[in-house]
């Protein structure tokens, strides 16, 4: 049980150039959800899916589109980088509690943009 | 929209001392989650609060939420270094289970 996984941990991109952050969890939960995490700053929520088929917007979806490929899979796309996406992101997946809900992170990708 | 502060923003603690967390938020909610933050790594959650009066203890660490003063404590006993983090907290804004979190407080305990 791995949880929830992210690739790649690390990238270095240049201005205007695009890429693809993936993210998949093994836990069956209907819930994903993709954070930015700036130096000294808590996370703030990108985009989120509720459930597979379904994505919407969260506090920054500015520069960002994702994909909720399938009820494992959740990717993040930066279509043209620029360096104000510099940052550390962090995928979540959700589990439903009595009342409430569970968020679990993954380990994260290190973006730096030039 | 909903705010979430948390102070103080750093914490240095003595070990053995007692130390508290506050984390205030500005709408109504019922639903109050704690994380911590080792350096360069992801976010473990800590305590689900869920309820208004909700306890929650582990270890030295223990959390409770009064929903109707929009307050959360984290309430550290008896530092130790092992506790160095950052300690978010999060609040649930209802629709959708989204998070907002707060700004964090980073912790180092020194001998």
């Known amino acids: 049980n791995a949880g929830v996984t992210q690739t790649p941990k690390f990238q270095v991109l240049k201005t205007g150039q695009s890429m693809t952050l993936q993210c998949a969890q093994d836990m069956n939960h209907n819930s994903m959800y993709w954070y930015r995490q700036d130096p000294g700053m808590g996370l703030r929520l990108i985009y989120y899916s509720a459930s597979e088929g379904t994505t919407d917007k969260g506090e920054v979806p500015n520069g960002y589109n994702v994909s909720r490929l399938n009820k494992r899979e959740f990717s993040l796309r930066l279509e043209s980088a620029a360096p104000s996406q510099t940052s550390v992101y962090f995928c979540a997946s959700s589990e439903v509690l009595a009342g409430g809900f569970e968020q679990f992170f993954g380990p994260g990708t290190r973006l730096t943009v030039l | 929209e909903l705010k979430v502060e948390q102070n103080p923003l750093f914490l240095s603690m003595q070990e053995g001392k007692n130390y508290t967390i506050y984390c205030n938020y500005s709408?109504?909610?019922?639903?109050l989650y704690w994380y911590r933050q080792d350096p360069g790594k992801s976010l473990e959650s800590l305590f689900v609060l869920l309820s208004n009066g909700a306890v929650k203890q582990e270890g030295r660490l223990m959390a409770s939420l009064d929903t109707k003063a929009r307050l959360s404590t984290l309430h550290i006993t008896a530092a130790v270094h092992d506790l160095s983090a950052t300690y978010f907290c999060?609040?649930?804004?209802?629709?959708?289970?989204?998070?907002?979190f707060g700004g964090g407080t980073r912790v180092l305990v020194k001998p």
């Open positions: 709408t109504t909610s019922d639903r």
């Open positions: 999060a609040v649930d804004q209802a629709a959708g289970n989204k998070l907002t």
